[in-house]
């Protein structure tokens, strides 16, 4: 008879949720197991039962920042029509948080740059999930060319390139303690482009 396994004694969603916001502050390679260890309040004995290895942890935390971050926008395009729903997205993400949150960036624009030289499979994850909010970009502009409210002199494909490529740009501007007010100035500039507006945050 085979005996039970001791139950894993903590709460693995609140865990994971932890070791995101660490990971999301500090990066990949700064982020110690030690560090991880006392954060998530268990022992390594859980540590390694749960998630095998720090690197494992990071994909799962990665994971959920990009699910968070589709579901910001899903719930954009919910409540708002197609280009609308893209300011929103930004002011869910990026002008609506606090200081602090702003100041992290975005974990899948960070992991890219971080890791790019030293771990190109975390990189081309997080490349996929950028990837992922670029096709939401797409569709919107898909759906705002078909009622007539943007031109199609580019594609919905091309807009959406151009969108992040301004995602990614804000990001790192953000990291880069810039104020809060010409973030929206650059938002403003290039969804004037588009024949729409952001309002003016401070």
Same mark, same amino acid.
């Given at each position: 008879m085979t005996p039970m396994s001791r139950p894993i004694e903590f709460e693995r969603a609140q865990a994971v949720e932890t070791a995101m916001l660490l990971f999301w502050r500090q990066g990949y390679t700064a982020t110690s197991l030690a560090q991880l260890l006392?954060?998530?309040?268990?022992?390594r004995s859980s540590f390694y039962a749960a998630?095998?290895?720090? &690197?494992?942890?990071?994909i799962e935390s990665l994971s959920l920042f990009s699910q968070r971050t589709n579901i910001l926008f899903k719930e954009a395009r919910a409540e708002r029509e197609a280009l609308p729903?893209?300011?929103?997205?930004?002011?869910?993400?990026l002008f609506d948080v606090p200081e602090r949150r702003m100041r992290r960036g975005c974990m899948m624009v960070n992991t890219v740059l971080e890791l790019d030289e /030293?771990?190109?499979d975390l990189s081309r994850l997080a490349g996929e999930k950028l990837a992922e909010i670029?096709?939401?970009?797409?569709?919107?502009?898909?759906? !705002? /060319? &078909? !009622?007539?409210?943007?031109?199609?002199?580019?594609?919905? &494909?091309q807009l959406a390139q151009f969108m992040m490529t301004i995602n990614q740009g804000l990001r /790192?501007?953000? &990291?880069?303690?810039?104020?809060?007010?010409?973030?929206?100035?650059?938002l403003q500039t290039t969804l004037s482009l588009l024949d729409t507006e952001v309002q003016e945050r401070t």
């Open positions: 006392e954060s998530m309040a268990i022992g998630f095998s290895d720090k &690197r494992s942890l990071f729903a893209i300011k929103q997205f930004f002011e869910k993400t /030293v771990d190109q670029e096709a939401e970009f797409e569709d919107c502009f898909s759906v !705002a /060319v &078909r !009622a007539g409210k943007i031109s199609a002199q580019q594609s919905p &494909r /790192v501007a953000s &990291r880069k303690n810039t104020k809060k007010q010409e973030l929206v100035e650059i």
